[in-house]
């Protein structure tokens, strides 16, 4: 088992930046692969980063890419999302998961990859 808590969300204006954090107990941190993943009201969970256990491979969604960065610190048992250029569109619900799967990258991306979630962080970018 391992529990995931979400931080750093917030409220800022088109174009700025904020740094989520995703903070891991549990069982060894470093024997999982590790995603963002948001949502909107109405509308199904969407991934939008992901990062292997050592973070030597990450991934991204089309619309981040360029403008959001995924890392980890295994010491600190942390996975972090920078998110630069935030616009109006990127308000949502942000969540981090956990998998302990040997996972394909197309299923990486995939909110059936993964075996844990937390419970998520607000992030509201104001036009």
């Known amino acids: 088992q391992v529990q995931l808590v979400e931080s750093g969300g917030g409220l800022v204006q088109a174009g700025g930046s904020l740094r989520l954090s995703c903070a891991a107990s549990?069982?060894?941190?470093?024997?999982?692969?590790m995603g963002w993943f948001r949502q909107t009201p109405g509308k199904e969970r969407e991934w939008v980063a992901a990062?292997?256990?050592?973070?030597?491979?990450?991934i991204y969604a089309e619309f981040v890419k360029g403008r959001f960065t995924i890392s980890r610190d295994n010491a600190k048992n942390t996975v972090y999302l920078q998110m630069n250029s935030l616009q109006f569109e990127d308000t949502a619900v942000y969540y981090c998961?956990?998998?302990?799967?040997?996972?394909?990258?197309?299923?990486?991306?995939?909110?059936?990859?993964?075996?844990?979630w937390g419970q998520g962080t607000q992030v509201t970018v104001s036009s």
């Open positions: 998961a956990a998998t302990d799967k040997v996972l394909s990258e197309a299923k990486m991306t995939l909110r059936t990859g993964y075996n844990y």
């Open positions: 549990g069982r060894s941190f470093n024997n999982y692969a």
């Open positions: 990062i292997s256990w050592n973070g030597g491979y990450t």
